[in-house]
Each structure stands twice: as structure tokens, then as C-alpha cells.
């Protein structure tokens, strides 16, 4: 009985890991959350200049995501791996999550 209990207990504590998302995206105003276990393709948003918006990944991801002038992913302005928080110095309406 000692045995089932231990395991049951390990097998617990690995859980929350293997439901987490891989990456974390927050955007616009009021603020959206989107996240994901691998790379998401373009994704239509409104991040206005002057937004706070945030990029997280687990640790043991390599996810980047790529940001951009337009809704179809045709005009980057920017792309980024490490985590960060920033207001937005230009408008963003799309996205894409690339490098899973």
C-alpha cells in the first residue's frame, strides 16, 4: 500500500508541469491571453502603441514569437525569444509563435 501511495504522490507532483502551456501571450485593451504548447500560426490582434502587452515561455522552451504591422503576418516589426514585458511603441495586429 506504501508503494501505490509514493507513487501516486510522484506521479501528482509532474502533473501541473505537463498540463502548463509552453508559451504565454497578453495583449490589447481590455487584455487577451492567448497560449500554446507549440508554435501558433498567424494570429489576427489589436495591440495599440502605448499598450502594455507581455511574451513568457516556460524554461525549457525555445518558442520566439514574431510581431506585426498587419492582421496577416506580412509586415514584421519585430521578433523575440526571451521573456518580456513592454508597452507597445507602435500598433501590432498580428502575431505568430514560430521555433516550438
Known amino acids: 500500500m506504501k508503494v501505490s501511495i509514493i ?4 506521479a501528482l507532483l509532474f502533473l501541473p508541469h505537463a498540463v ?10 481590455p487584455q487577451n491571453v492567448d497560449e500554446g504548447n507549440g508554435d501558433q500560426g498567424c494570429k489576427a490582434i489589436t495591440n495599440r502603441a502605448g499598450t502594455q502587452f507581455e511574451w ?4 525549457d522552451s525555445n518558442c520566439c514569437v514574431r510581431l506585426y504591422r498587419d492582421s496577416h503576418c506580412g509586415q514584421e516589426n519585430g521578433i523575440s525569444c526571451p521573456d518580456w514585458t513592454k508597452i507597445a511603441s507602435q500598433n501590432v495586429f498580428g502575431y505568430e509563435v514560430t521555433d516550438c
Open 56 to 59: 513568457s515561455r516556460s524554461w
Open 20 to 29: 502548463q502551456a509552453n508559451w504565454l501571450f497578453l495583449y490589447g485593451n
Open 7 to 10: 507513487a501516486l504522490s510522484t
